[in-house]
């Protein structure tokens, strides 16, 4: 079991930054891959930033050379984002996998933290 818990959401203005923090507690050494999602109003969670366990990583298409996701061991995922837009805004999750099998995985989510980009 993984435990996760986010902050540093926040009201932000356009051009702006915030950094989220995903601090996790738990089984965190069975934890392989890690990752931003959002979710907006009225649309589906989506994959925003992910990190796998060697530091490779993964980026949206809207979100490439705005936002950086770093790893601090196996216990602390951030997300630093910059030039902040309105369509930024959403509720941002953590979510960290945990491999059962070469086929099956357990995932795990965060209680999420709102962000919100004012125009």
Same mark, same amino acid.
């Given at each position: 079991q993984v435990q996760l818990v986010e902050s540093g959401g926040g009201l932000v203005q356009a051009g702006g930054s915030l950094t989220l923090s995903c601090?996790?507690?738990?089984?965190?050494? %069975?934890? *392989? #891959?890690?990752?931003? /999602?959002?979710?907006?109003?009225?649309?589906q969670r989506e994959l925003v930033a992910g990190i796998s366990r060697?530091?490779?990583?993964?980026?949206?298409?809207?979100v490439k050379g705005r936002f950086t996701i770093s %790893?601090? *061991? #196996?216990?602390?995922? /951030?997300l630093q984002m910059s030039s902040l837009k309105p369509e930024d805004t959403a509720v941002y999750y953590c979510?960290?996998?945990?491999?059962?099998?070469?086929?099956?995985?357990?995932?795990?989510?965060?209680?999420?933290?709102?962000?919100?980009?004012?125009?």
């Amino acid at each position: 079991q993984v435990q996760l818990v986010e902050s540093g959401g926040g009201l932000v203005q356009a051009g702006g930054s915030l950094t989220l923090s995903c601090a996790a507690s738990g089984s965190t050494f %069975r934890i *392989n #891959a890690m990752g931003w /999602y959002r979710q907006a109003p009225g649309k589906q969670r989506e994959l925003v930033a992910g990190i796998s366990r060697d530091g490779s990583t993964d980026f949206a298409d809207s979100v490439k050379g705005r936002f950086t996701i770093s %790893r601090a *061991n #196996a216990d602390t995922l /951030y997300l630093q984002m910059s030039s902040l837009k309105p369509e930024d805004t959403a509720v941002y999750y953590c979510k960290a996998s945990i491999p059962i099998t070469t086929w099956r995985k357990d995932d795990y989510w965060g209680q999420g933290t709102q962000v919100t980009v004012s125009s």
